[in-house]
T-cell receptor
């Protein structure tokens, strides 16, 4: 049982390049989400999904796309990287239940630098 | 925004003392959770309290929730060096889980 796996752990991009951050979970969780963490800003929600085929925007969705074709995978795509997207990205998953989600399990993060 | 705001931003206490962190939020919520993050690592879930609950305990942790004041507190009793970390509250509403900016806790030997 690997939990939530994020790849890559580190990435350097040039401005304008695109890339996909991978996230996979093996816990059959319905709910998955992406956050970015910047110094002094806490975690900010980018996109989330309540199940396969369903995605929605969070607090800071601009510049990012997601898809959820399977329960297990929730990739985050950067369309045209900008220096403002330099951050640490976390993927999380949890069960969904009536009255809200249960505890979230986090991946170890992807440290992205855009130059 | 429903974002929780933790208070204080940073806290230093002696080992063995109790640590209290507070979280305030703006909208009605389904539940509130507390997480811990060690430097450079992913977040680890500590405790979840639902909107119809007022207090929960887990080991050395005690969480309270006051929905009328839109606030929660996390108490860590008998602190240890290993408790040094950042602590975040997260509120859930309409399928969105929103985090605050966190409290940095430093346990002094």
């Amino acid at each position: 049982n690997a939990g939530v796996t994020q790849t890559p752990k580190f990435q350097v991009l040039k401005t304008g390049q695109s890339m996909t951050l991978q996230c996979a979970q093996d816990m059959n969780h319905e709910y998955m989400s992406w956050y970015r963490q910047d110094p002094g800003m806490g975690l900010r929600l980018i996109h989330y999904s309540v199940g396969a085929g369903i995605t929605d925007q969070g607090e800071v969705p601009n510049g990012y796309n997601v898809s959820r074709s399977t329960t297990e995978d929730f990739p985050l795509r950067l369309l045209s990287a900008a220096p403002s997207q330099t951050s640490v990205y976390f993927c999380a998953s949890s069960y969904s239940s009536t009255g809200g989600s249960t505890e979230a399990f986090f991946g170890q993060g992807t440290r992205l630098t855009v130059v | 925004s429903q974002q929780g705001e933790e208070d204080p931003q940073a806290l230093s206490i002696q080992e063995g003392e109790n640590a209290t962190m507070n979280c305030s939020y703006k909208t009605s919520i389904n539940n509130l959770q507390w997480y811990r993050q060690n430097s450079g690592r992913g977040l680890v879930h500590l405790i979840l309290i639902r909107s119809n609950e007022r207090e929960k305990h887990s080991g050395r942790l005690r969480v309270t929730l006051d929905t009328s004041k839109k606030s929660s507190s996390l108490l860590i009793t008998a602190s240890r060096a290993a408790d040094t970390a950042s602590y975040f509250c997260a509120t859930e509403r309409d399928d969105k889980i929103i985090f605050g900016k966190g409290t940095r806790l430093h346990i002094l030997p």
